[in-house]
Each structure stands twice: as C-alpha cells, then as structure tokens.
C-alpha cells in the first residue's frame, strides 16, 4: 500500500544498503551481520546450511541479503523491527560515523518516496498520523476482501469515500456517515457469539472486557450510531427537530477516524471461531499491525494450518 516501506523495499538496496556498504567505516563483513538480523524477519527462515554460509562469507551474505524480495519478508512490522535493529548493527560496526551515515540515508528515503514515517534519534520509525489511518484502510479491506458477505460493503464504503473527494456536499457526507454505519454493523454480525444485526445491540452484546476499556467508550460508539439513526437524512428519515446545523466535513472526519479503530471493527479480528481457507487468506491476517490480536492470529493460523 502507499506509503508504507514493503511496496518499496527493492529500491532500499540502491537508495540506503550499497551507499551504506561503501562508506570509509564499513567494514567487510556489515552484510554478514545484517543478513543475521534480517532472518529473523522472513517469512521462511533460512536453511541451517544457507544460514550457516551467510554468517561465514561476506560475499555470500551481501548476495542473500540484495536478493531478499519484499514478498518473503514477514510484513511491515518485521521490515521496521529490522531497519530499526540495523541501526545497531551500523553503531556497532563503524562507530557514530556509520551510524549517523546510515540515519542520513533511511531519512532521505522515506523522504523520496513519502513513506509515512517520522524517523527520530537514535533511531525509531513512527507512523505518521495519515499512516495510521492509511493502516486502518488496509487492515478493514484486508479483512472484507476475504469475506464474500463483507466485500461488497466495504466496497460501497470505499465508494463513498471517494465521492467526497468531488463533492462534500451534506448529502455526500450524509451518505459516507451511512455507509460506514451499514459496514461496522457487518463487521459487528461476524465476531462470534453475536446474534444482534444493529450496531447499539451489538455493542451491548459485546460485554468482554476484552473488547471496551470502559463503559464510556461503548456509550460513545453506541452515542455515533444513534446520531446516524436520528439525524434527519443519514439512515432513517429521523427526528427534525433534532438537527441542530447541517453536517461538515470535521464531523464526517471524527465520524470516521474514532469508529474504525474500535470494536467492532477490532473484534472482527479475532480469528476464533473463523476458517481462512487460502494462503492469501492467511498472509493477510498475519500481516495486520494490531499486537494483541495478532498472537492470537498467529495462533490460529498455525494450528489451522496444522489441522490441514
């Protein structure tokens, strides 16, 4: 996706690692200790033997590490947690000259190809505020599109959004505010254990403590979706009286970004319970960001994928 470092990793090798490598304080064997650390984060780990020829030749660790292709790495997680990690590596090899020299080169990077990333000292990659939306998009088409029932509402979803882009006016918005609605009452219908078929009944069905942090974040989403059902036009003809101005956009944006990062959105990430046939299937959950559910996810897979 746009902005994130996995669609782009292939450029990094003449972008940052061969003007890294040619650098007066990089030593000979700076790809052996680099491959060492990008192993961990492939999908499939190395060969003992393959491994064992890496860390021993510097030639032949420079070789595996250029022809590492975005696809065999293990998300956009594991690409971060390693240029993190390589940031040692440079300090640990070359000194604060390397280091820096290294620093320079990630920062130009993400600057080239307007990653959405803040790069700050030591060495830390941040997502930007638009990179966490972007990665809110991925994750909701991530988990429609291996859905038949969900993908055609996400589609009108997405639809919507890009309506707003010609016209915002009320009625577009009106709609969006709709659409998004109409999606997290699906998502909501597919978490286990969920009999409701409305968004207000299916956040008082969700009683976990596992899925609200407090009673007030439920009442908010619960408060969202009766203003969806009560103002004149969005869902339902509603109460007229009720309206107290027309909508903006800075509504339709506070609409959107607090809803889709909380359940039911997450709780249709939790895998128990569900069957994900195909490998595509399964790269995609694994390759979601959100921590606690990606264990879980993990989990799943694994035993799934055991069982056959």
């Known amino acids: 996706m746009r902005g994130e470092i996995r669609p782009v990793w292939n450029d990094m090798w003449r ?20 491959f060492r650390e990008l192993s961990a984060g492939l999908r499939e780990p190395p060969s003992v033997e393959g491994l064992a020829e890496a860390l021993t030749s510097p030639a032949s660790a420079r070789r595996r590490f250029r022809s590492t292709k975005a696809t065999a790495l293990a998300g956009e997680q594991a690409i971060v947690k390693f240029l993190q990690q390589a940031y040692g590596v440079a300090e640990d090899l070359g000194g604060d000259a390397l ?14 190809f307007s990653l959405r990333y803040d790069l700050r000292r030591p060495f830390t990659l941040h997502p930007t505020l638009s990179g966490v939306f972007a990665g809110m998009m991925k994750d909701l088409k991530a988990v429609a599109h291996s859905d038949a029932d969900l993908q055609p509402i996400f589609h009108e979803f997405e639809e919507a959004l890009r309506d707003l882009t010609a016209d915002r006016s009320e009625r577009v918005i009106k709609t969006c505010i709709q659409k998004q609605v109409n999606l997290l009452e699906a998502l909501g219908q597919k978490t286990p254990g969920i009999t409701e078929n409305t968004l207000g009944a299916i956040c008082n069905q969700m009683t976990s403590i596992t899925v609200w942090p407090h009673a007030s974040v439920k009442d908010a989403m619960k408060g969202l979706y009766k203003f969806s059902c009560d103002y004149p036009g969005i869902r339902h003809a509603g109460t007229p009286a009720s309206k107290l101005r027309p909508i903006e956009m800075k509504q339709r944006t506070a609409c959107w970004v607090y809803p889709v990062s909380l359940p039911p959105t997450r709780c249709r990430c939790d895998l128990s319970g569900m069957t994900l046939t195909s490998p595509r299937q399964r790269n995609l ?3 979601m960001p959100w921590g606690q559910n990606r264990a879980m996810a993990d989990n799943t897979l694994h035993t799934r994928a055991a069982d056959g």
């Open 15 to 34: 972008e940052v690692w061969a003007r890294l490598a040619r650098h007066a304080q990089a030593p000979d064997d700076l790809f052996v200790e680099l």
């Open 99 to 112: 280091a820096n020299r290294y620093f320079g080169l990630v920062e130009a990077f993400l600057a080239k």
């Open 285 to 287: 959950w694994l390759d």
